[in-house]
């Protein structure tokens, strides 16, 4: 099964980026995470260092073609992609054609097992035989999802040359450098650097975790890619734009 792997970066109305980067983008994608609404948060008891839960979600086969489900997943031990079994990739759902169930899903989900298949340490190959082995049977996946309980939207205003500049903060994280949570999370905020000095005190905090960069017309996610692959597209995007929202998620409390 071929694996996708990039940054998802979606051009949503317009233009390019400086460095010719276009892919259009004709309807806005779910977040690759959960949004706990306010009236949910009263009843909600997960802790704020705890950012993932759990579920079940039940897949039909395709109505056009038994042996497909709808969606494309990468990841594995043997994988350079993470060691994880993660969804990449949904086929879009038209309002004529019938859900199967896969728009429950969202990028990102981890699959830990297909029908009581345990995939939490699994190869990509075997991941592909227990998919082909439900021979277009109905599949219950048991899939770990990012579900921050205290999601944050920070507009920031961006003096007007900030090429080459650095944005004062130092990040780690990524595909490359955890295999138990690819995210990527900040260690140093500068209060002094560029984005220290731009934004409310306290709206963003050491320990953060970078879900999402974005503009009026263009939006990273930050979830999935590579230690270097994410630095690059918060500065890309922020050379780029004057007014861009970064999205966290807090794990200490102010």
Not at 70 to 89: C, K, L, P
Not at 183 to 211: A, W
Not at 234 to 249: E, M
Request: charged letters at 20%.
């Amino acid at each position: 099964m071929e694996q996708h792997i990039g940054a998802y970066l979606h051009v949503i109305n317009r233009n390019q980026l400086s460095d010719g980067t276009q892919v259009l983008h004709v309807t806005e994608l779910p977040p690759p995470y959960s949004l706990i609404d306010g009236e949910q948060q009263e009843h909600h008891h997960q802790s704020i260092d705890n950012d993932w839960k759990d579920e079940i979600i039940e897949i039909k086969p395709m109505q056009d073609n038994l042996n497909r489900y709808g969606f494309t997943i990468s990841g594995g031990i043997d994988s350079e992609y993470g060691r994880a079994i993660v969804i990449t990739q949904i086929d879009h759902c038209s309002k004529s054609s019938l859900d199967n169930g896969r728009t429950k899903l969202r990028f990102f989900d981890r699959i830990l097992s297909i029908n009581n298949i345990n995939l939490t340490y699994a190869t990509h190959d075997k991941a592909v035989q227990a998919f082909s082995s439900a021979h277009g049977k109905p599949l219950s996946l048991h899939i770990r999802r990012l579900n921050p309980v205290h999601i944050e939207y920070i507009d920031v205003v961006l003096p007007t040359d900030v090429l080459n500049q650095s944005l004062g903060i130092n990040i780690i994280g990524g595909l490359d450098e955890n295999d138990e949570d690819s995210g990527l999370f900040l260690t140093y905020i500068d209060p002094n650097g560029l984005l220290g000095s731009t934004i409310k005190r306290n709206q963003l905090r050491v320990g953060d975790r970078l879900l999402e960069i974005k503009t009026n017309y263009t939006s990273a996610n930050l979830q999935w890619v590579t230690h270097a692959m994410g630095v690059k597209l918060i500065q890309r995007i922020c050379q780029d734009h004057k007014r861009v929202t970064l999205i966290v998620a807090h794990r200490n409390l102010a």
